[in-house]
């Protein structure tokens, strides 16, 4: 079992930013990717970032590609997503979750494991 634990959601202006953390714990030695995904009110859930063991492989939705950054830290077993320049359009629940494998990590299928969220609201 693998469980994990969001942090740094809160209320942010227009063009302000946030960094969200995300701890993993228990059976982590099984875990490939990592990946963020966010939900706004009345949407379904779409990919933002994810990131391999060891940093390898970031990528990122086109929507927040220059704006975002996703990094990983095995030694802290965490996971943070960097969000510059926000706007309105981010605002949403963001979910980090755990993958077992190795490849597809924008896909929201390959992953087993979901931390419970963290609000990210961006005001005027």
């Known amino acids: 079992q693998v469980q994990l634990v969001e942090s740094g959601g809160g209320l942010v202006q227009a063009g302000g930013s946030l960094k969200l953390s995300c701890i993993v714990s228990?059976?982590?030695?099984?875990?490939?990717?990592i990946g963020w995904f966010r939900q706004a009110p009345g949407k379904e859930r779409e990919f933002v970032a994810a990131i391999g063991r060891g940093g390898i492989f970031p990528n990122y939705a086109d929507s927040v590609k220059g704006r975002f950054t996703v990094s990983r830290s095995d030694a802290n077993n965490a996971v943070y997503l960097e969000m510059n320049s926000l706007q309105s359009e981010d605002t949403a629940v963001y979910y980090c979750a755990a993958s077992l494998y190795g490849s597809r990590w924008n896909e929201e299928g390959r992953y087993e494991y979901w931390g419970q969220g963290t609000q990210v609201t961006v005001s005027w």
């Open positions: 228990g059976n982590i030695f099984s875990i490939n990717g």
